[in-house]
């Protein structure tokens, strides 16, 4: 993280905005793909009808909106907060860009999987996934369906990022630290063994 507050203003801009663009454009070619993905197949709606339908495409829509947002949620950052002196303009800013990302991971994207996966995946508790052998069970018969994957998988996706929301934020509060010893640079010295020191001109 130490290295984005040693980013240059012209590059922190042109990385920023870079991020920022590429995440819009991948959010708007996500959403086209899940749009056009949910028609039946061999429907003829509009010259788009080249974009694959079915639950798998539609998937690989949601995962690009996922990357996408989460490029330029990471630009706007960048582009308008890193490096920069902090006015209430830039905290408020920060506060609402905080607040997108709460919504989107801990709201939009658990329930767009629990959607698809009961929708398009057909994981019902009705649905059973496999059985856990009987001599682990004294004998008994216990199924697994896969409505308790789906919700494990959801369980531990809040896990998982709740642990990464943690880490970021202990992360962000050393942008500013600067280098650690141990990725210091190493200081040039001349064959007489002396500190190059860089002369004026």
């Known amino acids: 993280m130490y290295r984005l507050a040693e980013l240059s203003d012209p590059r922190r801009r042109a990385l920023g905005a870079s991020l920022l663009i590429a995440g819009l454009l991948g959010l ?7 749009h056009w993905a949910n028609f039946p197949e061999g429907e003829v709606v509009s010259v788009l ?3 694959p339908r079915g639950a798998m495409w539609k998937g690989l829509g949601y995962l690009i909106v996922l990357g996408a947002g989460s490029i330029s949620m990471a630009g706007a950052a ?10 209430w303009a830039r905290a408020s800013f920060a506060a609402l860009l905080a607040w997108i990302a709460l919504v989107f991971y801990f709201g939009i994207v658990p329930s767009e999987w629990l ?4 929708t ?22 216990v199924e697994i369906s896969f409505g308790a994957i789906k919700d494990a998988i959801s369980m531990g996706y809040h896990i998982v990022m709740l642990g990464a929301a943690a880490v970021l934020a ?4 050393k942008i500013k630290e600067g280098r650690p010893a141990s990725a210091a640079k190493p200081e040039l010295r001349s064959p007489y063994g002396r500190p190059l020191v860089k002369g004026e001109s």
Do not use: C, K, Y
Request: aromatic share 14%; proline share 2%.
């Open 49 to 51: 009808n080249w974009i």
């Open 170 to 173: 202990l992360e962000i509060q």
């Open 28 to 34: 708007f070619v996500g959403v086209i793909v899940i």
């Open 120 to 141: 398009e995946l057909e994981w019902s508790s009705q649905t059973v996934a496999f059985a856990i052998p009987s001599w682990l069970v004294l004998g008994n018969t």
């Open 78 to 87: 960048i582009l308008w907060l890193l490096n920069q002196r902090l006015t």
């Open 115 to 118: 959607n698809f996966a009961q």
